[in-house]
């Protein structure tokens, strides 16, 4: 009984890992980190459409939810440095 229990536990144990390298694998081609930090001032930002605050955060693998002035102050607070969000 002792080496069914182990051969049971062997099997779910190479299977977890086979999952755990399959899942590494496809993580690995769902996103893929910029090369560049973006460069937009605040007022680049002010202006800039939704569809390309969407593309822009999909682009750094965050969230595009919420209305265009949400997903704009997420944006701002996410790539701007504290003081380029003032404006002077």
């Known amino acids: 009984m002792g080496s069914l229990a ?3 536990a062997q099997t779910m144990l190479s299977s977890g890992r086979k999952n755990d ?3 590494a694998k496809k993580s ?3 996103f893929q980190m910029p090369l ?3 460069r937009y001032t605040k007022a ?3 202006r800039m459409p939704e569809w390309k605050l969407d593309c822009l955060l999909k682009e750094y693998g965050l969230p595009a939810i919420g209305s265009a002035v ?5 944006a701002m607070g996410s790539f701007l440095w504290p003081s ?4 002077l």
């Open 6 to 8: 182990s051969d049971i």
């Open 21 to 23: 390298a399959e899942q």
């Open 28 to 30: 690995c081609w769902e």
């Open 36 to 38: 560049h930090y973006p």
């Open 44 to 46: 680049d930002y002010e």
């Open 70 to 74: 949400e997903k704009r102050k997420f």
């Open 84 to 87: 380029q969000q003032i404006l």
